[in-house]
Structures are given as structure tokens and as C-alpha cells.
């Protein structure tokens, strides 16, 4: 039988004692669902995002439909996006009633190629939903030029991306909508969660009616529901445990970082050379260091590389398949060789342990299994 305290997963969430305290506070309160935690965390996300107005919801899918929602895309737009995400990129522009309209992606950085965003662009086209995937921002400079020379909205699908940068400015403190991510596998958590970076108070308005029922109150008695909302709203529990990451994200993203270093020092120059498979790009100014993804030579089969792995007590991620070849999108009229590059990617990428708990032991083992079974 396998020692399971050996066993490395390819993500873990670090908790503290005083996060564990104050959900405990929370609990015993009795107050439980959104109130005062909400509105702190709301308060520190702002202020880390300089000043723009944020709101948290129970998903970092939801609140992509929600921007949607809030900039009027409906039934007869267009949304380009990528086909290398999470299939919830692509869901909510469905859910709205809009098309989803694919670019192919960037071989090196995997996010959507913005050339082929503006070739994709029609009368129709109302918006672009970019991926800063792994916390590897997209060019915003190109990406921000194509959506003003078109009078397009954006919404940032940033899930992965909080205290990632483009050229010194965090991601989320300019720019237009920006989604993110607190699911318990992310650089901060709330088990389950998100937030939304909005532009005014108009849309702050109106984010707060989508994620509960639509509802306005108004004095003890007063509310009216003029739009058709969910319920989308954060708990306080969710908050407690969002207030407490907070505290560590400069220190868990510096140390994701460290360890990132220490991957491409292990794998060493010549590690593509020798084995075909594909590093992800160095970037140590921009990048938070989400992922740690590994794309393998086309003559390696992914399903039997991960049973290697996992009979040394590597667990590993995949992230992701192309979004177009799910049962779905091939209804939707997709087909294999639309984004090749997506597909070559989706089909051979391995995602590799890095959470802010491992340390350099940790990566060397990694590394020196993944060379056992591709050497």
C-alpha cells in the first residue's frame, strides 16, 4: 500500500490558525450569510485594485456573465474569446444569449492570439473575454488598442490572475471589467468564490441587483425586481476565509515565484532539446505563477505520462482540453482543426504541483520524475 503522506498534489491551499479562528467568530455570530466580512473583504479588494469599485460573488464564473450582462450583451452579439480555459469562458456568453466566437491561442503563452481576435471581429462582435492564463497577462496594450478602435467591451477573465502586472500596474487597476477567481485552488481563496472590478456606480448598481434576484430595496418595506438576477451572493464564512488570504498574497505569490525559478533551474537549458516537451515563458514581471504547465511532446501519451507520475506520488492537473471539441460546442457546429494550436496544447499539457507549502525538495522531485519518464 502507498504511503499517502508522500503523496504530492498538484495544488494545496495553505491555511493559518487565525483564518480558522475567525470563521469560527463567524459561526458563532450567527450571522452567516453577506454582511460585515463581505463588506470588508470588498473594501480591501478595492483598495488593493486602487480604488476601484469591487464586488464579491459565490463564483468567478458568475460574475463573467454578470459583466456581460451589465455592458447589454444579449441575444444576436458576438463575444470572441479563447478556446483554451476552463469551458465556463465560454458558458456565460451562451448563458446571455450571445455567440461564442473563438480565436486560436499564442503557442508560447497560451493566451488568445490577439491578431486573430481582430480577424475574427464582425458587426456583430460587442465583446472580447481574454484569459490571462496561469496569471501570464495578455498584452493589454494590444488588447485594449483592438477594443477601442472597434467600441468593444472587456471582460477580463483574470480568475487566475490576481497580483499578476503588465508593465507595473496590477491587473484589475485599469482597464475595463476584470473577473476573478477564489476557488480553493487559487493563489487566495474562499473555498468558493470571485469578485468583480467594476468601472462606476451605475455598474455597481446593477451587479448588486444580478446577484441577488434583482431585488432593490428600498426604507424597512420597499423593494421592487426590475431585472432577472440569481443568487450569486457571497457568505460572510466564505469572506473570513478571503480576509485571512488576503494577509499572505504578496507572500504566497513571492514564493510561487521562487519555486517557478526552481523548476527551470532543475529542468535545466536543455530540457526541451532532449525531450520535445514544451516550458511555460519565464516571465518573473508579470506572471503571479498560478501554474507551473508543462505541454508534452506529441509522442508522449498524456494519460499514461500522469499514471508514471501518480505511481511516484505526483499528482498532476490538466488545464485545459479546447473548449470547441466538448459534446456542446461540436453541436454548436465546431470541429477538430478549427484552433489547432489550441488543440495540440489541450491534448498534450500537463499542469505540475506548485503551491506556496512545497519548497525546493518538492520540485526537484518533481523534476526528476518527469525526466525519468520522458528521458
Known amino acids: 500500500m502507498s ?14 490558525e487565525e483564518t480558522i479562528a475567525s470563521v469560527t467568530e463567524v459561526l458563532r455570530s450567527g450571522w452567516l450569510t453577506s454582511g460585515p466580512k463581505v463588506q470588508a473583504l470588498e473594501a480591501q479588494l478595492s483598495e488593493y485594485f486602487g480604488g476601484r469599485p469591487v464586488r464579491t460573488f459565490n463564483s468567478g464564473t458568475c460574475t463573467m456573465e454578470i459583466a456581460l450582462r451589465i455592458a447589454g450583451i444579449g441575444t444576436g452579439d458576438e ?9 465556463a469562458t465560454a458558458n456565460v456568453i451562451i448563458e446571455t444569449g450571445a455567440t461564442p466566437v473563438f480565436a486560436d491561442i499564442d503557442p ?6 490577439l491578431d486573430k481576435v481582430e480577424a475574427a471581429i464582425t458587426p456583430r462582435t460587442k465583446a472580447i473575454i481574454p484569459v490571462h492564463m496561469c496569471g501570464l497577462p495578455c498584452d493589454m496594450d494590444k488588447l485594449y488598442a483592438i477594443a477601442d478602435k472597434y467600441k468593444l467591451r472587456v471582460i477580463e477573465d483574470a480568475a487566475q490572475a490576481i497580483g499578476s502586472s503588465w508593465k507595473g500596474k496590477r491587473i484589475g487597476s485599469f482597464g475595463d471589467f476584470a473577473s476573478f477567481s477564489f476557488q480553493v485552488n487559487k493563489n487566495i481563496m474562499t473555498g468558493e468564490g470571485g469578485c468583480l472590478v467594476l468601472n462606476n456606480a451605475e455598474e455597481v448598481r446593477l451587479a448588486e441587483k444580478y446577484r441577488l434576484q434583482g431585488v432593490t430595496r428600498s426604507g424597512l418595506d420597499g423593494i421592487d425586481v426590475d431585472v432577472l438576477g440569481g443568487k450569486y451572493n457571497m457568505t460572510d464564512i466564505a469572506a473570513a476565509i478571503g480576509l485571512g488570504q488576503m494577509k499572505h498574497l504578496t507572500e504566497f505569490n513571492t514564493k510561487r515565484a521562487t519555486l517557478a525559478k526552481h523548476y527551470f533551474d532543475s529542468f535545466g537549458t536543455d530540457f526541451e532539446q532532449k525531450t520535445g516537451a514544451e516550458l511555460p515563458v519565464a516571465d518573473f ?16 501519451n498524456r494519460a499514461a505520462f500522469m499514471q508514471q507520475m501518480l505511481d511516484q506520488q505526483i ?6 482540453r479546447a473548449i470547441h471539441l466538448f459534446s456542446m460546442y461540436r453541436d454548436r457546429g465546431f470541429t477538430d482543426g478549427m484552433f ?3 488543440e495540440r496544447i489541450g491534448k498534450q499539457i500537463v499542469t505540475l504541483p506548485l503551491f506556496p507549502a512545497m519548497n525546493t525538495e ?3 522531485r518533481v523534476v526528476s520524475a518527469v525526466k525519468s519518464c520522458l528521458l
Open 285 to 300: 514581471e508579470n506572471s503571479n505563477w498560478h501554474m507551473f504547465h508543462l505541454v508534452l511532446p506529441e509522442s508522449a
Open 3 to 16: 504511503d499517502a503522506s508522500k503523496f504530492l498534489p498538484f495544488t494545496k491551499p495553505t491555511i493559518d
Open 315 to 320: 499528482g498532476l492537473g490538466y488545464h485545459y
Open 340 to 342: 489547432p494550436i489550441a
Open 108 to 113: 508560447k503563452t497560451h493566451n488568445i492570439d
Open 362 to 364: 518538492d520540485v526537484e
Open 79 to 87: 463575444v470572441i474569446t479563447t478556446p483554451n480555459s476552463w469551458v
